[in-house]
């Protein structure tokens, strides 16, 4: 029984000591966790593509597939008469809902549906004035460039009646009329000119102007 005391008391007697080293010894330390950074070249190569896009002359928006803005450069802006800020985000059916059953909505569902580029001219009534769309349809949304085409189609709307009045004068003069082309090929005759010849346009735009079925002279009725 005496050595057992003896043991006993050895052992409570080291117990401190292993509880003092343990407490001696100092918790591991962790190492901060690292922030992920944008990589440079990625993040270089956005902001040259979004300069790029700010030069184009052309107004370009993109669209998700549910018609919400995704992206409007300032040119779009300008001629939305928006600022393209306050379109990110924004539903296109929502912001122009009186767009609704024109040539260029039906075109952007079209678009979107055929997943095929579409290229569209035409009157935009709310607006009063011309555009020209070049669609580019994805299974995520729409990128659309395009165009205020007012002034030209106005000066096209000049020249043709332009031309419509030169045709009704030409029509009504008494003076016969034709127009030859470089290669001598009658290429139109007046109402006049069919009574004078004795025959109808389109027998006289079947000839040349020296065909050798007419006797050509000239003013004085000497040879031409």
Same mark, same amino acid.
């Given at each position: 029984?005496?050595?057992?005391?003896?043991?006993?008391?050895?052992?409570?007697?080291?117990?401190?000591?292993?509880?003092? =080293?343990?407490?001696?010894?100092?918790?591991?330390?962790?190492?901060?966790?690292?922030?992920?950074?944008?990589?440079?070249?990625?993040?270089?190569?956005?902001?040259?593509?979004?300069?790029?896009?700010?030069?184009?002359? +052309?107004?370009?928006?993109?669209?998700?597939?549910?018609?919400?803005?995704?992206?409007?450069?300032?040119?779009?802006?300008?001629?939305?008469?928006?600022?393209?800020?306050?379109?990110?985000?924004?539903?296109?059916?929502?912001?122009?809902?009186?767009?609704?059953?024109?040539?260029?909505?039906?075109?952007?569902?079209?678009?979107?549906?055929?997943?095929?580029?579409?290229?569209?001219?035409?009157?935009?009534?709310?607006?009063?004035?011309?555009?020209?769309?070049?669609?580019?349809?994805?299974?995520?949304?729409?990128?659309?460039?395009?165009?205020?085409?007012?002034?030209?189609?106005?000066?096209?709307?000049?020249? !043709?009646?332009?031309?419509?009045?030169?045709?009704?004068?030409?029509?009504?003069?008494?003076?016969?009329?034709?127009?030859?082309?470089? +290669?001598?090929?009658?290429?139109?005759?007046?109402?006049?000119?069919? !009574?004078?010849?004795?025959?109808?346009? =389109?027998?006289?735009?079947?000839?040349?102007?020296?065909?050798?079925?007419?006797?050509?002279?000239?003013? +004085?009725?000497?040879?031409?």
């Amino acid at each position: 029984m005496k050595a057992d005391w003896k043991t006993t008391k050895q052992i409570a007697r080291g117990k401190p000591k292993t509880q003092k =080293a343990q407490s001696s010894r100092k918790p591991a330390t962790q190492k901060p966790a690292q922030k992920k950074i944008v990589p440079p070249k990625k993040q270089s190569g956005q902001l040259q593509i979004e300069k790029l896009l700010e030069r184009v002359s +052309d107004g370009i928006v993109a669209f998700d597939a549910q018609m919400n803005y995704t992206y409007v450069n300032q040119k779009g802006g300008e001629l939305l008469g928006r600022k393209p800020k306050d379109l990110i985000g924004k539903n296109y059916w929502v912001e122009y809902p009186e767009a609704k059953g024109t040539p260029f909505a039906n075109a952007y569902v079209r678009a979107l549906e055929t997943q095929e580029t579409i290229v569209l001219e035409d009157y935009y009534a709310p607006f009063d004035r011309w555009f020209e769309n070049r669609v580019y349809p994805s299974k995520n949304g729409l990128t659309i460039f395009f165009t205020e085409i007012t002034d030209r189609k106005k000066a096209e709307q000049v020249v !043709r009646e332009s031309q419509e009045r030169l045709a009704r004068i030409v029509k009504t003069i008494p003076d016969g009329i034709t127009i030859v082309d470089r +290669d001598g090929a009658i290429v139109f005759a007046n109402p006049p000119a069919e !009574r004078i010849l004795g025959l109808s346009r =389109a027998n006289i735009t079947q000839r040349s102007y020296n065909d050798p079925q007419w006797k050509i002279a000239a003013l +004085d009725g000497g040879a031409f």
